[in-house]
């Protein structure tokens, strides 16, 4: 019984020794775990941690700036001054020291601060719009890498299925080529597609690797992080989308490019009437406050003789007669960058209906080829099956077999690349109308 007690003990003592040794281990050495994203997580990521987003907020931060260095030059200036002068006249050292106060503010010119405001609050909300606009444009890159990822995924499901019939099938000619039933012949044509099968698996798992890897890389994660996605539920296949008329109208009061080029042409026009203001003439109120202290030596250290305090306030009107045409030119120059600015905004509302239009004939010619691939792959599937059983039985040959089995894997592939395509498509075409592509 003591022996027992004594192996017990020895046991518990190497037990926590274990146990003490583990706990010590990083945490990602004890348990380390592959964090599973859906597309919502990612969106939601990338557009935190997106660095070309990163870089459109922080000229949002730059333009509030602006704005606030904008109102606040409306307000008078107060400056501080001290001046230390020494002179000698007639043998004489004289001391003198200046204190002064100043301060100044305009009080027209062209209406030009007011639309300098309105112009930093403009410019404000323009470079808010390029951050919205940036995020759109990461969503459908990160959706498309998503959906290829889930294809790839797909692709190889069925190719395991593929796989595993082959080698099945390999299985029963072997027993077959045993009893003499078949020729060597036909147990080589089966072992080549079982080969074959298994190289399109790996191809298919490579696949999915590079496409993890793109989906990694738009979302700025280190290549060699625990990455896997996870699968809606279901794809619904069974979608109406909306007219093209509507989806466009809905885009043009939506999107924050087409937002952003009317904002800037506004701002442009702002400028305008800016430039303008260099014709008016120019007030200013300056007001001051100093103060003189002289002292002189002599057969004694500083000798004070004098303080003196003189205010003073002041209005200046400046009016501008000849500038070598610098107004007249600053005025045409911001004409013509408003020109640019409507051309601008026509194009990026041209390029937005060009796009929706795309995305509207992706989405017909999308449904179209999912509808005849999945007819085509029920019939390709029955076809296969009817051929194995055939098979199995000796009613056919394996060259019969293995065109069935050709028709049906091309048939399967058109059909799982046409129903990804689908879902793409009509996630796109949906977003210019305010759908989020995680609904």
Not at 12 to 20: D, Y
Not at 397 to 413: I, P, R, S, T, W
Request: glycine share 2%; net charge positive; hydrophobic share 40%.
């Amino acid at each position: 019984m003591q022996t027992l007690i004594k192996m017990i003990r020895v046991k518990f003592k190497e037990l926590s020794m274990i146990l003490l040794f583990l706990s010590f281990l990083p945490a990602g050495i004890a348990q380390k775990q592959t964090k599973v994203w859906d597309l919502k997580a990612c969106i939601e990521y990338a557009k935190k941690n997106n660095i070309q987003i990163n870089t459109l907020r922080l000229t949002a931060s730059s333009d509030k700036q602006d704005l606030s260095l904008s109102k606040n030059a409306r307000y008078p200036g107060l400056n501080a001054s001290v001046s230390q002068n020494v002179s000698y006249n007639n043998s004489d050292f004289q001391n003198s020291t200046n204190y002064g106060v100043n301060s100044s503010v305009v009080l027209f010119k062209g209406n030009y601060y007011n639309n300098d405001i309105k112009a930093s609050k403009l410019s404000l909300e323009a470079a808010n719009l390029d951050v919205t606009s940036a995020e759109n444009d990461i969503t459908l890159q990160i959706t498309q890498a998503y959906l290829n990822i889930l294809l790839a995924g797909e692709n190889i499901e069925y190719v395991k299925d593929l796989v595993t019939t082959s080698e099945s099938q390999v299985e029963q000619c072997k027993e077959k080529l045993k009893s003499g039933t078949v020729a060597l012949k036909d147990l080589m044509q089966l072992e080549s597609t079982f080969a074959t099968d298994k190289y399109t698996l790996v191809a298919a798992e490579n696949t999915r690797r590079q496409n993890i890897l793109s989906l990694k890389t738009l979302l700025q994660l280190p290549a060699d992080s625990s990455f896997e996605i996870t699968a809606p539920e279901n794809a619904n296949t069974e979608i109406s989308i909306a007219s093209l008329d509507s989806v466009r109208k809905v885009a043009l009061q939506i999107m924050p490019q087409v937002k952003s080029s009317d904002i800037l042409v506004n701002k442009q026009s702002v400028e305008v009437a800016m430039a303008k203001a260099g014709y008016f003439p120019t007030l200013s109120m300056d007001g001051s406050l100093s103060m003189s202290a002289m002292s002189n030596q002599y057969n004694s250290y500083f000798i004070q003789e004098s303080n003196q305090i003189t205010p003073q306030i002041g209005l200046t009107l400046s009016i501008p007669i000849y500038n070598k045409k610098a107004n007249s030119i600053a005025v045409a120059k911001s004409k013509i960058s408003l020109e640019q600015a409507k051309l601008s905004s026509e194009n990026v509302k041209t390029n937005l209906m060009q796009t929706i239009e795309q995305a509207y004939i992706n989405v017909k010619n999308a449904q179209s080829q999912f509808n005849a691939a999945k007819e085509q792959l029920d019939y390709a599937k029955e076809s296969y099956r009817i051929s194995s059983e055939e098979l199995k039985i000796g009613s056919n040959n394996n060259v019969e077999y293995l065109q069935q089995k050709n028709l049906y894997v091309q048939a399967l592939q058109q059909y799982v690349q046409a129903k990804y395509s689908m879902l793409l498509y009509i996630k796109i075409y949906n977003f210019y109308k305010g759908t989020p592509v995680t609904a």
